[in-house]
């Protein structure tokens, strides 16, 4: 995370690691969601993403600690605890296909959504209509902005490092289910146009925390604008 992004977002100047997605399990059983930060595992200092994945690994199952994490969502500090889960191996090696992988076939079949907008970031976005919203497993009462297109010539500058264009899922016969853009800099968006609305609101050089569903779950991904 660039110290503007810090300065920006309220972060400490160095350390920290960006959760990036909450499965369920201890983390979510302890109120942690995709896009917080977290700041101390177990009262001592998280250096980086791979200084924590170490600290949760090293502590014993079943174990409960004390977790401080930044609350982007809500711009402020709290401190959860979390219990430490079991490891489970084979699972991580052999992920439990998605309840929604059934339904890729039908994807590449779906006409696509109407009234598509470019937002000038290398985006067009749609509304999420009631097909669509089963299509990709949302949640009931969730809205947001569906990613109907990228463009390949504008994606590389957002894109996370070592990240393939593959990052953000557009409504393309890939097999894949699309994204759908939940919030844009902590701030829910329920329709197309307020996602465009949220994501030219960015200046150049500025960067944002986008919240977006993927594979029946919430992630959080960070664009920058070129």
Do not use: H
């Not at 929604?100 to 067009?124: C, D, I, M, V, Y």
């Amino acid at each position: 995370i660039s110290a503007a992004n810090r300065q920006d977002w309220g972060l400490p100047a160095t350390g920290g690691a960006l959760i990036t997605r909450v499965d369920g399990g201890p983390a979510r059983d302890g109120g942690i969601q995709a896009g917080d930060f977290a700041l101390e595992f177990n009262c001592r200092p998280v250096v980086d993403d791979s200084d924590l994945v170490e600290m949760v690994t090293a502590t014993a199952p079943g174990t409960s600690v004390p977790v401080k994490v930044y609350l982007y969502r809500g711009r402020k500090l709290a401190t959860f605890n979390v219990k430490v889960g079991e490891l489970d191996l084979t699972q991580e090696e052999n992920p439990t296909p998605s309840p929604q992988n059934g339904l890729r076939n039908q994807r590449s079949r779906a006409p696509l959504p109407a009234e598509a907008k470019a937002t000038g970031f290398g985006l067009t976005l749609s509304d999420v209509d009631a097909n669509t919203a089963q299509l990709v497993g949302l949640p009931a009462g969730r809205s947001g902005a569906l990613v109907t297109a990228v463009d390949q010539n504008n994606i590389a500058p957002w894109l996370p490092r070592n990240v393939d264009q593959n990052n953000i899922a557009p409504w393309l016969p890939r097999g894949d289910l699309p994204d759908v853009i939940l919030a844009v800099n902590g701030k829910m968006v329920t329709s197309r146009d307020q996602a465009v609305a949220a994501i030219e609101a960015i200046p150049a050089g500025g960067s944002a925390l986008v919240l977006i569903w993927r594979e029946a779950g919430e992630e959080v991904v960070i664009l920058t604008k070129k």
